[in-house]
């Protein structure tokens, strides 16, 4: 087993008054040679967005990228004709394909928003724009990993443009579980959104992060109350 982790408080920082960001890996102005990716798992923003604020229109290409919402309420429109919002339980994913243009802002007026920006390498590129999102069923993630992305059009959550799959779960202290992966040829990102807990005997706190290559299984301990979000993906493309 191969291990990389990165502390919460070593993670890139922009604050630029409407938009408080932290990135996982290299992001805009936040560059780090040994942060570049873990796989195909190229950006791990964790996003806090000022009230009535956003961003405004601009383009992808040839990226898969998936919002987790944590908290408030996000606007989401793009050049495809979707107008939606994504709340706290919903689970957005955009194949960028050939380019989309889409804008995200805050949709209320006194709350800031919360959430997670997510970009995935393909596994194929220029794919006409797509554009999905689902709700979780309550009490889904309670003591358990919910899954909410993979490969198939047909299995639980979205379905990317890759070999990955990414699973949510609110456990309670003392809660114990395994995830046995997909696929052994690849790896697997944790984040923990909120608590303690160890994967594989290493010791996680809140945003924390943890790589994980060359293991078929992971096996979770929940220290506290605590909140998880698992990315399974390729480590190469």
Sequence with gaps: MHTTIHKADTRGHANHGWLNSYHTFSFANYHDLERMNFGVLRVLNDDQVAAGMGFNTHTHKNMEIISIPLEGDLEHKDDMGNTTIIRQGDIQAMSAGTGIQHSEKNK???????????WVLPNKVNVSPRYD???????????????IVSPHADDDGI??????????????????????????????????LEGKCTANGIALDKRDGLGIEEAERIDLSYLENSKILLMEVPMAN
């Design 159 to 192: 379905w990317i443009h890759q070999n990955a799959w990414f699973h949510l779960g609110d456990f309670d202290k003392g809660q114990k579980t395994t995830y046995q992966l997909k696929d052994p040829a690849n790896g697997v990102y944790i984040f923990l």
């Design 133 to 147: 999102q689902i709700s979780l069923k309550p009490d889904s993630l309670k003591n358990n990993l919910q899954q």
């Design 108 to 118: 209320s007026r006194d709350q800031q928003v919360k959430f997670l920006q997510i």
